[in-house]
């Protein structure tokens, strides 16, 4: 399916329409009417199609609305300052207001108020001019301190300069206070004035702006705001597994937002799609468009490490929060404080592991055998560190090239026994409470056969504590009856969920096909994003609220970052003749 022909729901602010007495001749208006009706349906791109070609005002006007609406806000602009007082009115005011919206979308918050300023001095408060004025003080409550700061610059008027003090005031620390009222006292602003007495005497008792401040000012965004969350993906109308990825993800990301718009009457979020590959130039291309033309909020994806990297920089550039849904590298934001990870990386692994093990199952004395140079090395040096902080003892430690060894385990394992004779006797042997095996690659399963049968040769039944891909593994029955085996794994499906199934239920009747694991995943991520948008309101406080979001039970997936960028819920797995199911009592 064609990432281009899913559909794009219009924003709730379907600017008002507003129609007129004078039209420019019949033939005009049919056609205007024509456009006007596919603005009401949404097609915007058909809407633009009749507007593109009537060269009025107002043709001029819903050119620049239905870009609005597609989110193609400097195009919006062209159109809209095509607009002058000599069109009417009417036409005038709301070219305008759209103008302001457009600006509050790009950012350019005090270009919004200057125009928004100027709707509030005419003398008929017509619906447009009143919508004119609630968004002005709804900006003014939204800012951020910088964002307040270059608003601040760009007004035009003391009255605006004025208006972003006082609203600041209770929201922001009483020194910040102090200097924005300077700032207020620099730009020549009438000081003796009734309004900045007051702020003067609320500024200068700390303690009632103390309870103020304790009590005031929640952030609240502007209705209509439009969140645009970017999807850097490989376009998924080819064929392939990483395609197939891609589509699911994707797919998930829109339900997610799809949900949101039916969940929030003042808020829409739009998925808009970057095609991106395993190559770092299409990755950066993907970034620098999401920024430059959708003016994207936050950017989920890639699925590639390479290309992940590329537009690691990028985020950080531009200043727009990057979460990779699937990438698990230590090393991908190393420093980088725009990237986030939802999937878990090997470290993390190895550290809940150790927790595990030492907290839960209470093992004390612990062995840990990996291939050197595998993904599941990291994991190895993870948990013998978080293992020995909480008090263990890893008493042998084998990270190892394995395959030059033609993966013969039994030097490794001659330690892992369980005969008090041989243990009491022989240097370098210790009673052992656990063995954690984090195979990782082609060999995997391969080595987790041969320890399996080295340890039932010696009669030992040490619990083996093993990576993800331990749970992939066709393990004989008989193996199962005296061998405990724990495995952790990022990703945990339900089957008996009533969310699962309505999940289910609902993604089949939008997209006509099967959830994958993916599309539970690219769910999760996203509703995990608007979530913290949610509470936040204004995406310029993601990159931070991200990492201090309450954790987010999802679908397939618990997110929750707890302070850092890398996602800490993994759970662990035991696997019994009886199956796999989840343990209890994961902190």
């Known amino acids: ?49 009749v507007f593109n070609n009537i060269e ?36 005038y005011i709301e070219a305008e207001y759209t103008m302001a919206l457009v600006n509050f979308q790009l950012g350019l918050y005090g270009d919004a108020l200057n125009q928004l300023y100027e709707l509030q001095k005419q003398p008929v408060k017509t619906r447009t001019v009143t919508s004119g004025q609630q968004l002005y003080n709804e900006i003014l409550g939204y800012l951020t301190l910088n964002q307040r700061k270059s608003a601040f610059q760009q007004a035009k008027t003391p009255e605006i300069k004025f208006d972003l003090v006082k609203a600041a005031i209770g929201s922001v620390p009483l020194e910040d206070a102090r200097t924005l009222y300077s700032q207020l006292i620099q730009s020549k602003i009438d000081t003796a004035s009734t309004a900045m007495r007051k702020l003067s005497e609320t500024i200068a008792d700390s303690v009632n702006y103390a309870t103020q401040r304790r009590y005031g000012n929640p952030v609240s965004a502007p209705k209509g705001i439009v969140y645009n969350i970017g999807a850097a993906l490989p376009s998924h109308t080819d064929s392939g597994s990483e395609f197939q990825v891609a589509r699911g993800l994707h797919f998930g990301y829109v339900l997610a937002a799809e949900e949101f718009n039916k969940q929030h009457s003042g808020k829409k979020a739009f998925v808009r799609h970057q095609n991106t590959a395993a190559n770092m130039d299409s990755a950066g291309h993907a970034m620098t468009n999401l920024a430059w033309n959708y003016h994207a909020d936050v950017v989920l994806g890639p699925l590639f490490s390479d290309p992940a990297r590329t537009m690691a920089d990028l985020a950080e550039q531009y200043q727009i929060p990057l979460i990779a849904p699937l990438a698990n590298s230590d090393t991908l934001n190393v420093d980088n404080p725009y990237v986030y990870q939802a999937n878990p990386t090997f470290t993390s692994h190895g550290r809940k592991m150790a927790e595990y093990a030492v907290r839960e199952m209470g093992m004390d004395t612990l062995a840990v055998l990996a291939e050197k140079n595998s993904l599941g090395e990291a994991s190895a040096f993870a948990f013998r560190d978080r293992a020995e902080k909480l008090g263990a003892k890893v008493t042998h430690f084998f990270v190892d090239d394995l395959e030059s060894k033609g993966y013969d385990l039994t030097h490794y394992t001659k330690f892992f026994t369980t005969d008090s004779a041989k243990i009491d006797s022989l240097a370098n042997y210790h009673y052992i409470d656990g063995i954690y095996a984090p195979f990782t690659g082609q060999p995997a399963s391969t080595l987790a056969e041969l320890l399996l049968v080295d340890l039932e040769a010696k009669g030992s039944n040490i619990p083996v504590l093993g990576s993800q891909e331990w749970g992939n593994f066709n393990i004989p029955e008989i193996q199962l009856e005296n061998q405990p085996i724990y495995f952790s794994e990022s990703y945990y499906i339900d089957q008996k969920s009533d969310r699962v199934g309505q999940f289910k239920k609902t ?64 759970k662990i797995f035991e696997m019994s003749k009886n199956g796999i199911r989840p343990v209890l009592n994961q902190n």
Not at 16 to 36: C, E, K, R, T
Not at 526 to 550: F, G, I
């Open 507 to 570: 993604f089949k009747q939008r997209f006509n096909s099967e959830p994958s694991r993916f599309a539970m995943i690219g769910y999760d991520v996203a509703s995990y994003v608007l979530k913290t948008l949610e509470r936040v309101e204004n995406p310029a406080y993601l990159k931070n609220a991200l990492k201090t979001q309450p954790m987010y039970q999802g679908i397939i997936s618990n997110i929750n970052f707890k302070g850092q960028h890398i996602n800490q819920e993994v």
């Open 1 to 49: 399916m064609n990432l281009s022909n899913i559909k794009n729901f219009p924003p709730l602010l379907l600017l008002p329409i507003v129609f007129w007495v004078l039209q420019p001749n019949v033939s005009h208006a049919q056609s205007i009417d024509s456009g006007i009706e596919y603005y009401q349906q949404g097609d915007f791109k058909k809407a633009i199609q």
């Open 56 to 91: 009025t005002p107002r043709s001029r006007l819903f050119s620049g609305k239905s870009y609005y609406s597609l989110g193609q806000y400097l195009t919006a602009k062209t159109y809209l300052n095509q607009v002058s007082k000599e069109a009417g009115n009417e036409i």
